[in-house]
């Protein structure tokens, strides 16, 4: 692994990173405590982006950090100097711009001056030269190949790192207690928050058939360790090259993604994580149930079996998985024509925010005399029950109504 912090930007010796000193520019570090971290969300932008990143993308990677000084739009305004096109508000090109250098502000919707707000940023930092003299990952890392590591800690506490399914396996056999782990998003509060202890952790991050993500004839099969921005970019892909009435479940999960924490946790998270975990308020589980999604589950002898999503939980944070099983897999089959899926989420806030109530909802039109009827139809919900719930007595109603 190759981690760099705030630390590794800017220096006493080198000077403030370009990111470091537009945000300074642009009096967005205020407070300064959440400022390294939308630092380095933008500086890992940028290194993963082969071109510059649209104003889009910048507000994306942003919305995992939150500031509490409510300062955002100094913020954002920083950092659109690395961005492909700065035509929005504040510009020289804004449409809110009026006569003799004036501009209306959209929140109080009264005039002023364009040079009292100006974006120093614009002119007086390059944001073309963000590339110059960056830390690479290191060429010797590349080289070397995921190694098995088995770490132990007070208390007993043991920390595996396998990389062959077979071992997972053979692991959770022998400790049928064991943590399955990925990006530690819902074990790391547990054990801060909740004091819950593991004895046996297991990192599955580096094994193959965890993290499968392919295209198939029928439908789409995803590893259980596959990370959720992985699969966020490879759902997009997938909604330009197939036909439209084949991805009408890709495009709910999109948008039910996209409301789904921050991209921090969605780099990090794995859908076997969250599925497995299984909160009420999963964002993902009911669309799963409701796009008739199929798990495969393997136990330690190799042996597999497929069960429906909608079959799969049991109830608060119980799953249909014996205590040698894991989950392997996730097949999500292509809809059919006059097959919609589409989801559902109200939380408090749009952006990082745990669902008060979410939902997903398919529904199957075929048509018959003259008419279009509801052929099938699937209404699950979130955050109602002690898992995710169907709804039933819906679905038996809407049945064959026009």
């Known amino acids: ?224 360790a596959m990370r959720l921005s992985i699969l966020l970019n490879f759902f997009r892909k997938v909604v330009t090259e197939r036909a439209a009435h084949e991805t009408s479940s890709c495009k709910a999960f999109i948008e039910q993604l996209k409301w789904f924490a921050g991209s921090q946790i969605r780099n990090v998270s794995s859908i076997g994580g969250n599925i497995c975990t299984a909160s009420p308020i999963s964002d993902l589980n009911p669309l799963w149930m409701a796009a008739r999604a199929k798990f495969r589950i393997i136990d330690s002898k190799g042996n597999i079996k497929t069960v429906l999503a909608e079959n799969f939980f049991l109830g608060y944070r119980k799953l249909d998985l014996a205590y040698d099983e894991i989950l392997l897999s996730v097949f999500l089959p292509w809809d059919k024509t006059f097959e919609f899926v589409k989801e559902f989420k109200q939380s408090h806030r749009r952006d990082d925010d745990i669902a008060i109530v979410n939902a997903g909802i398919h529904v199957h039109l075929q048509e018959h005399s003259d008419n279009w009827v509801v052929a099938d139809a699937s209404i699950v919900y979130g955050g109602v029950a002690p898992c995710s719930l169907s709804a039933i007595k819906t679905k038996e109603f809407l049945i064959d109504k026009i």
């Open 1 to 224: 692994m190759h981690v760099i912090t705030v630390e590794g930007l800017g220096s006493c010796r080198r000077g403030l990173h370009p990111i470091q000193e537009s945000l300074a520019r642009t009096h967005g570090s205020q407070c300064g405590f959440c400022t390294p971290g939308f630092v380095m969300s933008m500086y890992a932008l940028l290194q993963s982006s082969q071109t510059p990143p649209t104003e889009e993308q910048i507000e994306e990677c942003l919305a995992g950090n939150l500031c509490r000084c409510t300062g955002y739009r100094a913020i954002l305004e920083a950092f659109r100097v690395f961005a492909k096109t700065s035509n929005i508000l504040y510009t020289g090109v804004s449409s809110l711009n009026l006569q003799d250098g004036q501009s209306v502000c959209p929140s109080t919707g009264k005039p002023y001056s364009v040079d009292r707000h100006k974006p120093t940023s614009y002119n007086e930092v390059d944001g073309t030269k963000y590339t110059e003299e960056e830390l690479i990952f290191p060429p010797e890392l590349l080289l070397k190949k995921p190694t098995f590591l088995n770490l132990t800690g007070f208390g007993g506490l043991m920390w595996y790192r396998p990389i062959t399914l077979q071992h997972v396996l053979d692991l959770k056999a022998k400790y049928p207690n064991a943590k399955l782990i990925v990006g530690n998003t819902e074990v790391g509060i547990e054990t801060r928050l909740k004091r819950i202890q593991y004895q046996v952790l297991v990192s599955v991050m580096h094994v193959p058939e965890l993290n499968v993500l392919e295209t198939r004839e029928d439908g789409i099969e995803i590893g259980a």
